[in-house]
């Protein structure tokens, strides 16, 4: 099937900087969309920000600004660029992707195992 591995979470102070990276491999056809999704304790996962295959981009309001998604096709790879981090960003980051795989008629959701982002005040 589909795998996606995350790298790149860790522990920063307010107003730093961080790398997410997030690899997709496996019998891909196809990817429709990727994208980062952010879990705090005792909150629901929500979408950080996503990039679709024809490159039309999307952010939530609170990252507007500081994160920056991007995607390298040939590597079937997205990244997210979190600056001016703030404490309220502290979750873990998840990866998501959909991607139709070969002999697949559509799409499917995949998910990373998620990192961990702490900023500390």
């Known amino acids: 099937q589909v795998q996606l591995v995350e790298?790149?979470?860790?522990?920063?102070?307010?107003?730093?900087?961080?790398r997410l990276s997030c690899a997709a491999s496996g019998s891909i056809f196809k990817?429709?969309?990727m994208g980062w999704y952010r879990q705090a304790?005792?909150?629901q996962r929500?979408?950080?920000a996503?990039?679709?295959?024809?490159?039309?981009l999307n952010y939530t309001d609170s990252v507007?600004?500081?994160?920056?998604?991007?995607?390298d096709?040939?590597?079937n790879t997205v990244y997210l660029q979190m600056s001016s981090l703030k404490p309220e960003d502290t979750a873990i980051y998840y990866c998501n992707a959909d991607v139709q795989t070969y002999g697949a008629l559509w799409s499917d959701a995949y998910w990373g195992q998620?990192?961990?982002v702490t900023v500390s005040s």
């Open 7 to 18: 790298s790149g979470g860790g522990l920063v102070h307010t107003g730093g900087s961080l």
């Open 31 to 33: 990817i429709d969309q």
């Open 41 to 43: 304790p005792g909150e």
């Open 46 to 48: 929500v979408l950080v």
């Open 50 to 56: 996503s990039v679709t295959s024809d490159g039309n």
């Open 64 to 71: 507007k600004g500081r994160f920056t998604i991007s995607k």
């Open 73 to 75: 096709n040939a590597k």
């Open 114 to 116: 998620g990192t961990q």
